[in-house]
């Protein structure tokens, strides 16, 4: 590994573990996570699921649950905004670096602790509540820990920048570069291998987390359940949608009338593939 001194972009020799980290993992991790979600997806469909526990336990779940994905959405938005917006783009339109940090600082702070809350709590939850504590599985305790440990390190690096001041270090000249030239398939390992210990901690426990995200719990994040937005409210099945019974003529009547959003019959798929 280089020195966090060494000027990003100058011309030092990279080392072999260099090479195998920032320019070969990142794209191996790419292919498991992708391999493996289309994997999961083909065969073990009704294995993808949160495996909810809410029957077993709501009181806390209710606080810790929305604490735990908020404060994840908003660490997601400030990955995004911090790893793919490059410095000179906020500088272009007179954000000092200064005030970016100072806002980075803040908000990704808050999240962060947030976040990490959020995970204290469920895991204090699992481990409490017997039925919970039952239902949870040695897979699910080694996600527990790698999700925990990407979290810790990523406040690890956001709360150093804090105590260093002045002299903290720019990801935004090391790793934020790196990671902009993944997807060009021309991999800065130079600029990353400039960003102190911390940030390559948490990037691999970060790649880590995704290798084994397909195999988890976590593909739930893959999937929305948006057809609850849209489905009737009442949901019921006629014999027959064309053709008499009196589910078959109400469902008629339904579609005579126009049908009111949330009131109409739902076809299953066998029946409407066979009466095609
Ligand atoms: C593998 C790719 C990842 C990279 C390159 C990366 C990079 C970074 C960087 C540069 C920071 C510092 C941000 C700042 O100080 O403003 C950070 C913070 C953080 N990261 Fe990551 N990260 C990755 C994955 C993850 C994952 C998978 C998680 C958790 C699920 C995570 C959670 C956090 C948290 C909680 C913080 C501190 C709060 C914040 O600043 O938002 N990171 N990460």
């Known amino acids: 590994m280089l020195p966090a001194e060494t000027a990003p972009g100058s011309a030092v020799e990279l080392s072999a573990p260099d090479i195998l980290l920032w320019g070969a993992l990142p ?11 289309v994997w999961r997806y083909k065969y073990d469909q009704f294995g993808w699921t949160t495996r909810s526990s809410q029957l077993y336990e709501s009181k806390l779940l209710r606080i810790a649950s929305p604490l735990f994905h908020f404060g994840l959405l908003a660490v997601i938005a400030g990955h995004f905004f911090g790893l793919v917006i490059p410095k000179a783009w906020t500088e272009a339109v007179g954000m000092s670096q200064e005030f970016y940090h100072f ?28 039925p919970v504590f039952m239902a949870t599985t040695k897979n699910d305790k080694t996600m527990y820990v790698v999700l925990t440990a990407a979290i810790v390190f990523g406040l690890w690096t ?54 084994i995200w397909p195999f988890t719990r976590l593909v739930h994040a893959f999937t929305a359940p948006l ?27 339904t579609s005579r009338t126009a049908a009111r959003r949330g009131w109409s019959a739902v076809g299953t798929r066998d029946r409407d593939t066979r009466n095609r």
């Open 27 to 37: 794209y191996i991790m790419v292919v498991v996570l992708v391999g493996g979600l």
């Open 158 to 211: 956001t709360l150093a920048s804090v105590f260093e001041g002045e002299q903290g270090h720019n990801y935004r000249d090391t790793v934020a570069p790196w990671f902009r030239s993944l997807f060009v398939f021309q991999p800065d390992i130079t600029a990353m291998a400039a960003a102190p210990f911390s940030f390559h901690l948490h990037t691999l426990v970060g790649m880590a987390l995704f290798v």
């Open 103 to 130: 806002n980075a600082l803040l908000v990704g702070g808050i999240a962060g602790v947030g976040t990490l809350g959020g995970i204290l709590l469920l895991i204090y939850r699992r481990r409490t509540t017997g």
């Open 227 to 253: 057809h609850y937005l849209f489905r009737p409210y009442i949901v019921y099945r006629s014999r027959d949608r064309d053709r008499g019974g009196s589910a078959g003529a109400a469902a008629a009547r």
